[in-house]
C-alpha cells in the first residue's frame, strides 16, 4: 500500500505560479511512476504529467507542455509540480497518483491516488 498526500494548492492570479507537492508513505516510493492529473467540474480526469521511478523520463500534456515541470525527490517520498503561467483554465483539483505499470496518461491505469488538493487560476 502507498499513502498519497498532496498540499500546495491554493488561488492565484493568471500568469502566478504554484508548486504542488505529493508526499508518499508506505511502500517503496521508489519503485512507481507518479502522475499529476486534475479534474474541472462537470469534465473527466485528465493527465498532466508524469516521471518514471528512476526521474529519467517525464511526460506533459499539451496543454501544459512548457509551463508545468514535474520532479521528484526519492530520499523525501515527494514528487513536484511546478506550474508557471498560470491561466485561469488550469483551474482544477489536482490529484497525484502512482503506477507499478500501465499506461502513464490513463487514470485507470493508477494503483494508488491521493485526495486532491485545489487549484484555483483567477483571471
Known amino acids: 500500500q502507498v499513502q498519497l498526500v498532496e498540499s500546495g494548492g491554493g488561488l492565484v492570479q493568471a500568469g502566478g505560479s504554484l508548486r504542488l507537492s505529493c508526499a508518499a508513505s508506505?511502500?517503496?516510493?521508489?519503485?512507481?511512476?507518479v502522475g499529476w492529473f486534475r479534474q474541472a467540474p462537470g469534465k473527466e480526469r485528465e493527465f498532466v504529467a508524469a516521471?518514471?521511478?528512476?526521474?529519467?523520463?517525464?511526460y506533459y500534456a499539451d496543454s501544459v507542455k512548457g509551463r508545468f515541470t514535474i520532479s521528484r525527490n526519492n530520499a523525501k517520498n515527494t514528487v513536484y509540480l511546478q506550474m508557471n503561467s498560470l491561466k485561469p483554465e488550469d483551474t482544477a483539483v489536482y490529484y497525484c497518483?502512482?503506477?507499478?505499470?500501465?499506461?502513464?496518461?490513463?487514470?485507470?491505469?493508477?494503483?494508488?491516488w491521493g485526495q486532491g488538493t485545489q487549484v484555483t487560476v483567477s483571471s
Open positions: 497518483a502512482a503506477l507499478v505499470s500501465g499506461t502513464y496518461s490513463e487514470p485507470g491505469s493508477y494503483d494508488y
Open positions: 508506505g511502500r517503496t516510493f521508489s519503485d512507481y511512476t
Open positions: 516521471i518514471s521511478w528512476n526521474t529519467r523520463t517525464t
